[in-house]
């Protein structure tokens, strides 16, 4: 089915000036990026973006991560771009990602991981909505 999934490229792809490569990446896989916009998050976005994880031993180094330079948000559109986004972007360890996927191709660690893909559908809407209204996503 058409699907959309909500994507960010991390600090670490922003600093390095690799946000075309990324989306490069992604349309070449027939990723459409229907909707996107370059936001610097406050802590507070992202501990509410990343809430789930919030008992993890990394959260407080996930969330100062992705505060330390702007994200690009976007939202994809695809047959079945939930799983599908998530083969692009590779294993999220980057010593584990499969070649060609992005992580593979840019990430530098288990932390500065270059890409953030929704895991789920259902998660997918929520994170969308955090960043977009439906006016701002244009097929
Ligand atoms: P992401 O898909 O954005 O969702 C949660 C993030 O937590 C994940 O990508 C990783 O970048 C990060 N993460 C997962 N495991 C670790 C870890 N062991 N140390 C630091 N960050 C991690």
Redesign the pocket.
Known sequence: ALERTLS?I?PDATRRNLTGKVNTVFEEAGLRIVAQKRIQLTEKQAGAF?EV?KE?P?FG??VSFMCSAPVVVQVLEGENAVAHHREVMGA?NPAEAAEGTVRKLYAQS??E?SV??SDSLENAKREISFFFAETEILP
């Open positions: 960010i991390k990343y994880h993890r990394f180094e996930l999220t288990i932390g991981n953030h893909g």
